[in-house]
């Protein structure tokens, strides 16, 4: 899930770990099926898609120079179709999720975006100024 920010931010035991201003705060959960090559392309779709205002048309956070914030978010794979408690059965498991949520930073940097990230599997508490309000899902 990708959204655009005015600012957002990551604390971690009252400590902020990450934090922008305007750009993109994506949070990113990882599932069975995921593989290092969809990261990849996860990372490449989160710094083009053109949802930021531009002169003409919309414009990317590449175009605008904008950073990202990522945020591993297992709790994106939650199944509430039966009862009333989530189940994360289709969430990788950590040993998994964690290099697939870092290869999707790792090739953010790569493309020449400043990121900001996180702790993965810490308690976080995730602020952000939404702008829009623009907040999409994306699936690779």
């Given at each position: 899930?990708?959204?655009?920010?005015?600012?957002?931010?990551?604390?971690?035991?009252?400590?902020?770990?990450?934090?922008?201003?305007?750009?993109?705060?994506?949070l990113v959960g990882?599932?069975?099926?995921?593989?290092?090559?969809?990261?990849?392309?996860?990372?490449?779709?989160?710094?083009?898609?053109?949802?930021?205002?531009?002169?003409?048309?919309?414009?990317?956070?590449?175009?605008?120079?904008?950073?990202?914030?990522?945020?591993?978010?297992?709790?994106?794979?939650?199944?509430?179709?039966?009862?009333?408690?989530?189940?994360?059965?289709?969430?990788?498991?950590?040993?998994?999720?964690?290099?697939?949520v870092d290869e999707?930073?790792?090739?953010?940097?790569?493309?020449?975006?400043?990121?900001?990230?996180?702790?993965?599997g810490a308690r976080?508490?995730?602020?952000?100024?939404?702008?829009?309000?623009?907040?999409?899902?994306?699936?690779?």
């Amino acid at each position: 899930m990708v959204t655009r920010v005015g600012a957002a931010a990551v604390t971690v035991e009252g400590r902020t770990v990450g934090e922008i201003g305007p750009g993109l705060l994506a949070l990113v959960g990882v599932g069975h099926d995921d593989d290092a090559g969809r990261a990849r392309l996860l990372a490449r779709k989160i710094h083009e898609l053109r949802i930021f205002p531009g002169d003409d048309s919309t414009v990317s956070a590449a175009d605008l120079g904008l950073p990202v914030l990522v945020v591993s978010q297992f709790t994106l794979y939650a199944d509430t179709r039966k009862g009333r408690r989530p189940s994360w059965s289709e969430a990788a498991p950590g040993e998994v999720a964690e290099p697939l949520v870092d290869e999707v930073v790792a090739e953010l940097r790569r493309r020449g975006a400043t990121v900001a990230t996180g702790v993965f599997g810490a308690r976080m508490q995730v602020s952000s100024v939404n702008d829009g309000p623009m907040t999409l899902l994306l699936e690779v």
